[in-house]
């Protein structure tokens, strides 16, 4: 029985002060087995606010890239942040979608057990709980709701779930639902023990035809039902559609060990399609689905087998592996025929095929796309397909989607997305239809501002958006273009198209250098008439930029590094920039925000300088000592990030999670190298933090990555053997980890500034390729 491992495990594990979930204990004697996924602590993170973000996850309880997940709901009714660290009451167990925050959620719908009056509103409902009567597991949680003496428990499959209340003995016992505002119905249906609905709630676009049905199936018969509409009940009625709806079923029970189970499954498409949804739960018990679950998180995060870690380091690894594993979730359903069919968020109907949703390209093309192209490369064939799809049926590729076009953030990094998973090998999908959405994308505005190009006019005749022409983040934008087409030429290679095509896109490459400013040595804004902006503060936050200031983006410039070392005078000179990222104050300027923004503050209390690691534009730049002859300061501040701003605890990120991004550049970080520039095959060394990891890929194939005299000292590579041969590059190629093998690393505490200082050990930048 699943429940009854759970508290036999329990005496083997001990409790980290702040986890607030059962914990793995070091494996100090053989009788203690720890799975990967005994690791992982979802509430990392969840100790997050609107000014500060230490994460801004929530637990999501689900299984890898499900359609579905659920979390504990603490935050009010529409409040995106549902859930955190910090609160004192739960409010319900909530069907979840959101990607993030700031983002919010959609299609959501709660339960909450409770007892003695059959309260529905979501004040009256709330019960007091501790993280101490709390077990939070990927596949699994529980809490103690201690307002109402009874225990609730949720275990999901990728579409449905099931939950198991043990009340104290009573005849008032009761079950909640809340199908949330915006527009919702509910329908009891005594005889068979079930409620069926609806949500329409969401937050972003407008969404035609948009339901999330669901069917709610108990294991006892109601002994009292009601329905309710915002702040009336009424007893005894089945229906009821209005703005805000709910119902209220009780049961009575003969006390903790006469268990209440309800199975739960929803769907996008029909209240039918949702009865099909629900068949994934079988006929298996309560433990029998937990145990699936479980062996399906440990199934993936298997696939990266740490050894010579501490306990903390290997929560945090397992923890920041289980972030990654989310984002995009399935949009996609099978019908009564086996048929793959997805509603679409972009025209309202049912149609065939694969369907993602639920995570943002400004941020996922650095690291968590990548990553999925390495350890997981089929489910991003499958997330390919899908974007196929967001094409034919929205006119252009998602930026952000959520669950269809979001209008925030900028770039067109599609490009990359589409661009690094052929390049890393991926086949089986229709890659012109792409490609195509790729050229129309690069040269169009979309519907809103954050799909297509903003600007494009501007930016295919100046080769700049420039900053007098009321397009914010305009320098922003150039940069990253120029990015995405550079991640569009190496597609246009790989696919042989006409040169003159080829060539457009690796002109259009570099246009970065259109905002190079030499009397600052850093990027800046361009105003339409060629002469730059004025005045100019480099540590001014917004305005030209993103969520960042000129030091973070002036290294946006993923593809052609040593064409920036060019324009900045020098190797020497580089090397200086960087330095001056960690060595200046955490100074800001927030006049364009009109006040400090979260961002700005965990720079500010982070101690290193204008490194801003809690957000996505600087993450890569560490990794650019490597392209200018000192690689050891890349090991030094790579070990340094690791140590100091990550951590298995509800504080335990430094900024936004960002739907896997910053998890994904700690675990490729750990391994010992980073994407610096998708749509290449080259991943840049940093330093691994591990003894020895074993990626189990999907080919077959085995790579190990050791170094046996790795320690919190030895942090530095003094030199690097592959397959038994040296490695003197600052890199190694995609495929040649593939093709397996081992990567042996030899560490030493002091840096070895002899090797990598070559430019013949230096990574890929177009300039030197051309």
């Known amino acids: ?67 579905n997940f659920w979390t504990p709901q603490t935050g009010k009714n529409g409040n995106g942040w549902q859930y955190t660290y910090a609160a004192d009451k739960i409010r ?71 939950f198991r209340f043990s009340f104290s003995k009573t005849d008032s016992a009761f079950v909640v639902l809340d199908a949330f505002d915006r527009g919702s119905e509910v329908k009891i249906i005594p005889e068979k023990n079930m409620i069926v609905g609806y949500s329409s709630r969401y937050s972003r676009g407008k969404l035609k035809n948009f339901k999330n049905y669901f069917v709610i199936v108990f294991d006892k018969p109601f002994s009292n039902f009601a329905t309710w509409a915002d702040s009336t009940k009424y007893p005894n009625r089945t229906e009821l559609a209005a703005d805000h709806v709910g119902a209220i079923v009780g049961f009575s029970v003969r006390g903790k060990t006469d268990q209440v189970h309800a199975k739960v499954a929803s769907s996008f498409i029909s209240e039918e399609q949702a009865l099909l949804n629900l068949k994934e739960l079988a006929n298996d018990s ?53 048929k793959i069919v997805h509603y679409s968020p972009y025209n309202g109907e049912v149609l065939p095929g694969y369907m993602f949703a639920g995570t943002g390209f400004w941020d996922t093309f650095r690291a968590l796309y990548p990553f999925l192209n390495l350890m997981y490369p089929s489910i991003n064939k499958e997330m390919q397909e899908g974007l196929i799809n967001d094409y034919k049926e929205g006119g252009f590729l998602p930026e952000w989607s959520s669950p269809g076009f979001a209008d925030i953030m900028v770039g067109n990094n599609s490009a990359s997305v589409v661009a690094d998973a052929y390049i890393k090998g991926l086949r089986g999908y229709d890659i012109e239809k792409l490609y195509e959405a790729l050229i129309h994308g690069a040269n169009n505005e979309g519907p809103m501002s954050a799909v297509g190009r903003k600007g494009v006019e501007y930016y295919n005749s100046l080769g700049y958006v420039p900053y007098d022409v009321k397009i914010n983040e305009n320098a922003a934008r150039t940069l990253e273009y120029a990015y995405d087409d550079f991640a569009i030429y190496q597609l246009a290679k790989a696919l042989k198209k006409p040169k003159k095509e080829i060539e457009l896109y690796a002109k259009r490459s570099q246009n970065y250098r259109n905002l190079f400013d030499k009397e600052s040595n850093l990027m800046r804004g361009k ?69 400090v923004i979260h961002e700005i503050r965990e720079m500010q209390i982070a101690n290193m300088g204008q490194y801003a690691h809690g957000n996505q534009p600087i993450q890569h730049m560490i990794y650019l000592y490597n392209y200018a002859g000192q690689p050891w300061k890349t090991q030094y501040w790579v070990r340094e990030v690791m140590n100091r701003l990550y951590l298995a605890t509800p504080d335990g990120y430094c900024g936004d999670e960002d739907n896997g991004q910053t998890s994904a550049w700690y675990v490729f970080s750990a391994l010992g190298f980073y994407p610096v520039c998708p749509a290449t095959d080259q991943y840049v060394l940093g330093a691994p933090l591990f003894k020895k990891v074993i990626l189990r890929l999907e080919n077959g194939k085995r790579f190990e990555i050791a170094a046996p005299q790795n320690n919190n000292e030895n942090r530095y590579i003094k030199d690097a053997l592959l397959d038994g041969k040296a490695l003197d590059q600052n890199w190694i190629s995609h495929q040649r980890i593939l093709d397996g093998g081992q990567l042996l690393f030899q560490m030493d505490k002091t840096p070895n500034k002899t090797r990598g200082t070559n430019a013949k050990a230096y990574p890929f930048s177009f300039s030197s390729s051309n």
């Open 1 to 67: 029985m699943m429940i009854n491992k759970i508290k036999a495990y329990a005496f083997a594990v001990f409790m980290i002060s702040g986890l607030g979930a059962l914990q793995p204990a070091c494996a100090q004697s053989n009788e203690v087995m720890v799975d990967p996924v005994d690791y992982v602590n979802p509430l990392m993170g969840t100790d997050s606010k609107v000014s500060l973000s230490n994460g801004n996850t929530y637990p999501a309880i689900g299984l890898p890239w499900g359609m």
């Open 92 to 162: 319900g167990l909530k069907q979840t979608h959101q990607p993030s925050p700031w983002m919010n959620d959609y299609g959501q719908f709660s339960l909450m057990p409770i007892s003695g009056k059959a309260v529905f509103d979501e004040e009256d409902r709330a019960s007091w709980f501790s993280h101490k009567a709390e077990v939070s597991k990927p596949y699994y949680y529980s809490v103690y709701l201690a307002d109402h003496d009874v225990t609730a428990e949720v275990t999901p499959t990728e579409r449905a779930a099931m």
């Open 286 to 338: 309560f433990d029998q689905i937990a145990d699936k679950g479980r062996a399906v998180w440990n199934e993936k995060l298997g696939r990266l087998q740490v050894e010579g870690a501490s306990v903390d380091q290997l929560q945090t690894f397992y923890s920041c592996l289980y972030r990654t594993l989310f984002f995009p979730n399935k949009l996609y359903e099978v019908d009564a025929k086996g």
């Open 527 to 595: 105003n339409k008439d060629g002469s730059f902006q004025s005045p100019f503060n480099p540590l001014k936050w917004g305005d030209a930029f993103t969520e960042g200031n000129s030091w973070h983006y002036s290294w946006s410039v993923f593809h052609d590094v040593e064409g920036l070392i060019d324009l900045m005078g020098g190797e020497k000179v580089f090397v200086t920039m960087l330095d001056s990222v960690f060595n200046q104050s955490p100074a800001f300027d927030d006049s364009y925000y009109g006040g």
